[in-house]
């Protein structure tokens, strides 16, 4: 039945449960088979059997079968295996010493090192709250010792730890491709410059920013027994392995070598090998592995179910068709289609994280997209980019909350947000740079798979 006070009812209701706590994925099932009994009642229940008859249950039945018969989520447990067990290996504590002598001359040299071993890793792993973690476990310390102002320590990792999002081979474009349809591949090329383009502005700010105050990231002392040629080794041993894998595998799917199924096979593979090499591979860890990856996976997998019922019913009693004609009604340009869409996006990213922002509410949008003349991959860049923030703006601002977890009382947490602000400002203006120049997200695609036609 058509109700759209009831779908609007659905959604603010949603929004409350997971403001005051309830899992995530979990609260989308309850609600969606909740308010599909009620939408898809059609009489009376006079005997048990009826109860059951509702069609919301074969619904739930057969989102649940798509989602396990999806091949693009075959990928999910695999990069997710792979970013584990190049965690477990300690192959990012080698990463980030190199890098860090490295980068010795350099204003904010250990900040810098933060920041590219987050982007190499949360490349190989996708999991923010694992980069954050380990990075506060492992670069904090370091740069504290060093003397590193606390607010600029943790606004280098908080930034850094998002990037996994956005740069391929990125979980959360995966999820996207599957919600909206569009090929992985296309969204991976148009990511790659994005991506560079946003790391590259976070260690341009970082130079600036000690080179104008050096106070706040003193050079550190330097280890003069090891050579120039011993430093450039450690770092080729450390760096260039991953770095190679992480290419292979992201170049077999641009290159159309491979799906991102298979891809992330030969990662997952690649991963073992690495910590083979470096014999950091044990039973034990491969054990914690192959758990955390079957946990996360299962929640991946359950929120899809949830979000598809979820939305399978929203629109049903007609969520969708007010939000679309209250926008039609409003005779936006594009441009101004695009400035309300990114800025609800971004407002929504105050209380909510990625995955909700993602699975619930860029959908609504979606179907607009042909009326407003906007390109699909064009959209997904800048929302990818927009969910950057939803990590990084309070008074959620996950990352944060990941970095204090780990740190406790080491640092206050308003220091943390304090060291995200300018993050977000660059966030904000690389998303202003890319809608002004189109090319930065499109050209990679276009020149690899030809220009997309609609």
Known sequence: MTNPEVAILMLSLFIVLVLLGFPIAFTLLAMGVGFGYYAYYSGPLESVSDIFSNQIFYLLNQNTYSVMENDTLVAIPLFLFMGYVVERANIVNRLFSSLQLAARNLPGSMAIAALITCAVFSTASGIVGAVVTLMGLLAFPAMTEANYRKDFSSGVICAGGTLGILIPPSIMLIVYAAIAELSPLRLYAAAVFPGLLLAGMYIIYVITRVWINPSIAPKPAVDQSMSRGQIYFQLLISFVP?????????????????????????????????????????????????????????????????????????????????????????????????????????????????????????????????????????????????????????????????????????????????GIMPYLGIVIFCMVLMYLFPGIALWLPDQLFGEYIP
């Not at 044990?282 to 979820?310: I, N, P, Q, R, Y």
């Not at 105050?350 to 607009?368: D, K, T």
Request: charged share 10%; proline share 5%.
């Open 242 to 418: 991953l770095t190679i894998l992480i290419m292979l595998v992201l170049g077999s799917i641009l290159g159309g070598l491979a799906t991102p199924a298979e891809a992330a096979a030969m990662g997952a593979l690649g991963g073992l090998v690495l910590a083979a090499l470096y014999r950091s591979l044990s039973w034990t860890k491969l054990k914690e592995s192959v758990f955390l990856t079957a946990k996360a996976t299962a929640m991946v997998c359950w929120m899809f179910v949830g979000s598809w019922t979820f939305a399978s019913v929203f629109s049903y009693l007609g969520g969708h068709d007010v939000i679309e004609h209250w926008v039609l009604a409003m005779e936006l340009e594009p441009w101004q289609f695009l400035v309300m869409v990114q800025l609800i996006i971004f407002l929504l990213g105050w209380p909510l994280e990625w995955s909700e922002i993602l699975i619930i509410f860029v959908p609504i949008f979606l179907p607009m997209l042909d009326t407003f003349g906007v390109n699909p991959y064009f959209f997904a860049m800048l929302v990818a980019l927009n969910l950057q923030t939803s990590f990084l703006t309070p008074p959620m601002a996950m990352s944060a909350y990941y970095l204090k977890g780990v740190l406790k009382d080491e640092i206050e947490l308003m220091q943390i947000f304090k």
